[in-house]
């Protein structure tokens, strides 16, 4: 990377303060784990103020230490007056490169195997200036990198748009769920369909439903298995953390008599 990149410096070496409306601070966690943006959500300014670390176009950023560590940001003028901070390090683009393409290069599995490789230390994971001027990166022409950052940033823009509309469609469901529900203070939802009145009436779970205990399934674990098993980890991880298994002990039904062949167990949360 040293061959496309020059620099490599250090970050601002003091502390976060209250953001005064124009002197941003960018720091580790300032970087969006996703999307690799700028997140102002939470903005700071420097303590102290030194424009020799002020970012400019062609600078592309890397953690250096943390569980962060190979996380990459790309300075954009949107960002507006940036400085970054000490546990980062700077890289300017040569000339005959492209800002967007090797940053790309940074969202590849090849580079996440190098940071996975170098970080690991005894203590606290880190990878140095030298480490990331050694790693090694495939580059085409400067027009054939501008065509594939092009078409990547297009993507990207598509992909941003899509996430605007989940946020909205997010909060629109958390508002309709306030508004459509009742609570223990009304009887009544604040917006209702078209001939539906009246008040709500105040069940208790065991009316509408029956329930049982899960039982223990440790000892049929099985990662091969054709039965997922359902516990608090599957629940809380959304399904993303699964174990599986042979023995079908309990089955769990779904509505409209669709069957899921699934295991479960109930846990403390």
């Known amino acids: 990377m040293g061959e496309t990149l020059t620099g490599f410096e250090y970050g601002l070496n003091t502390p976060a303060t209250d953001y005064d409306g124009i002197n941003k601070y960018l720091r580790i966690t ?7 943006k700028f997140d102002i959500s939470h903005l700071t300014s420097p303590k102290l103020k030194d424009d020799n670390y002020l970012l400019a176009n062609g600078d ?3 953690a250096r230490t943390g569980a962060s560590v190979g996380k990459s940001y790309r300075y954009s003028n949107i960002d507006g007056k940036v400085y970054y901070a000490g546990f980062l ?7 005959h490169f492209s800002t967007n393409f090797i940053f790309d290069t940074t969202l590849l599995p090849r580079y996440h195997y ?4 170098t970080s690991m230390r005894s203590g606290q994971p880190g990878i140095n200036a030298k480490e990331y001027q050694k790693y090694i990166i495939y580059t085409p022409s400067e027009s054939e ?4 950052s092009d078409l990547i940033l297009t993507i ?3 992909i941003d748009l899509q996430q605007r509309k989940l946020e909205q469609l997010k909060q629109l469901k958390k508002a309709m769920l306030q508004q459509l529900f009742v609570n223990k203070n009304n009887k009544q939802p604040n917006l209702r369909f078209k001939n539906f009145n009246g008040d709500w009436e105040e069940r208790k779970l065991s009316d509408i439903a029956n329930y049982r205990n899960g039982k223990a399934h440790e000892q049929y674990i099985d990662m091969n298995g054709i039965y997922t098993v359902v516990n608090s980890k599957f629940i809380s991880t959304n399904g993303k953390v699964k174990k599986f298994s042979n023995e079908p002990i309990e089955l769990l039904k779904k509505v409209r008599s669709l069957l899921f062949y699934l295991m479960y167990r109930t846990e403390k949360l």
């Open 60 to 62: 592309i950023l890397f």
């Open 156 to 158: 990207q823009k598509l």
């Open 145 to 148: 990198q501008n065509k594939i």
């Open 89 to 95: 390090i700077k890289a300017h683009i040569k000339d």
């Open 114 to 117: 190098f940071v996975q490789v």
């Open 30 to 36: 300032d970087i969006d784990d996703v999307s690799h």
